[in-house]
């Protein structure tokens, strides 16, 4: 059974950082490419950043120079380290996988606020 865990969301002020982490179990984590997602209330959820298993990485025009995606694989872990945070960075953020199915994880609650 395929799990993906996030953790890592809190509140936080304007311009600070947080690092979310998603673990994932009852896969090979190495054979998978991996993403972020977040939605925001009200609002249709979107990607963040992407990265591959050979290690290349693709962001949202919007999290440019902020967000940097990457993964351990002894950990089955990827991570998002979010700098320079703004208030419209606020949703819950998800971690998903495509492997013969579509896997999420159950969200993270990441709010900036001052």
């Known amino acids: 059974q395929v799990q993906l865990v996030e953790s890592g969301g809190g509140l936080v002020q304007p311009g600070g950082s947080l690092r979310l982490s998603c673990v994932a179990s009852g896969i090979i984590f190495s054979n998978l490419n991996m993403a972020w997602y977040r939605q925001a209330p009200g609002k249709q959820r979107e990607m963040v950043a992407t990265i591959t298993t050979g290690g290349n990485t693709n962001s949202a025009d919007s999290v440019k120079g902020r967000f940097t995606i990457s993964r351990d694989n002894a950990k089955n872990t990827v991570y998002l380290q979010m700098n320079s945070l703004k208030p419209e960075d606020t949703a819950v953020y998800y971690c998903?996988?495509?492997?013969?199915?579509?896997?999420w994880g159950q969200g993270t609650q990441v709010t900036v606020s001052s």
């Open positions: 998903h996988t495509n492997f013969v199915e579509s896997y």
